[in-house]
């Protein structure tokens, strides 16, 4: 996120704007916790992890009394656009504003990438690389114990993030909310791997279908094998970001700036086949994301 405000900033620099930062999300708009950006105060982020602005969940601001009370904080600073970096939940309190009559433009950010029209979002490249970097690791406990592990990684309503990493890591097993998996067929690759010579699997299960501790019981229950569970949790949400997360940022960031200065509003900037584009929100509202199920059978078909 870090990358994408420093694009926007200094995109907006680059036009000769002058820019605003919010702190807090919807929750310092409302309470006019906004402070101005310089080219300066971009520096030296493009490599951090989190967002120098802060981030929150905001109730209040679902509410109309919020969404006025963000209008009038953004009237009364002098801003004429709003650049709003998040998911789902950010992009409807952003439409809420336009429909107010204040322009908005949305960038997609979110580790889940589980939103729709855009082909990757901010941070999931990064935690994709977390997640199997920490495969890897305990691979080599895996091997040499000879046990099987149960690694459980976020993603609420999304697989992608157990795909990715399942193909990547060379995972047994992915579970994951878009493909049914149930517990006979799960049982039944793991004897057949094992029949085969396998002396340990590896079984990646998206937060979403349930928790890796419920899976290790039942397997343990179902085969006698001892198992170890590890849940990655928020250390998928920090860290560095990969240069491919970067350059998305870099590039989504000044797309949404040079779309406010063509005047156009109510839209999210988004990656489709390597070429930036932007969709309305209603559009995007209407889709669901949808997890690319080929690279699903791709990931079945070469951990036999
Ligand atoms: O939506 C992004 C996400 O990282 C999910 O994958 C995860 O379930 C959730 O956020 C965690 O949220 P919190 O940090 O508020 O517990």
Not at 255 to 266: R, S
Request: hydrophobic share 40%.
């Amino acid at each position: 996120m870090n990358a994408a405000v420093r694009a926007t900033v200094r995109r907006a620099a680059f036009h000769g704007l002058q820019m605003y930062g919010i702190n807090h999300g919807y929750n310092g708009l409302m309470r006019g916790d906004i402070k101005e950006m310089t080219l300066g105060s971009v520096g030296d982020i493009i490599h951090r992890g989190g967002t120098i602005l802060y981030t929150a969940r905001s109730e209040e601001f679902k509410t109309e009394a919020g969404q006025e009370l963000a209008v009038e904080q953004l009237r009364r600073h002098g801003i004429e656009g709003l650049i709003v970096i998040g998911g789902d939940g950010s992009f409807r309190g952003a439409q809420s504003l336009t429909k107010k009559g204040f322009p908005t433009i949305g960038v997609p950010g979110t580790i889940d990438n589980d939103i729709p029209c855009t082909d990757f979002t901010i941070g999931f490249d990064t935690a994709l690389n977390t997640i199997v970097e920490a495969i890897d690791k305990i691979r080599d406990t895996a091997t040499s114990h000879e046990r099987t592990y149960i690694i459980e990684v976020m993603g609420r309503d999304a697989g992608d993030l157990a795909l990715y990493a399942g193909l990547a890591a060379g995972a047994e097993t992915i579970l994951i909310p878009e493909a049914a998996t149930d517990l006979d067929e799960i049982v039944e690759r793991l004897h057949a791997g094992h029949h085969r010579g396998k002396k340990h699997s590896i079984i990646i299960v998206a937060e979403g279908v349930g928790s890796a501790a419920e899976y290790a019981e039942l397997i343990t229950r179902r085969t006698g094998w001892e198992t170890r569970v590890t849940v990655l949790g928020h250390i998928q949400r920090g860290g560095s970001p990969t240069a491919f997360d970067r350059m998305l940022a870099s590039r989504l960031g000044a797309a949404a700036v040079d779309l406010l200065l063509e005047g156009k509003a109510d839209r999210m900037v988004g990656v489709q086949n390597n070429q930036i584009v932007d969709v309305d929100f209603d559009e995007a509202f209407s889709k669901r994301h949808r997890l690319d199920l080929s690279v699903y059978q791709l990931a079945l078909s070469l951990s036999i």
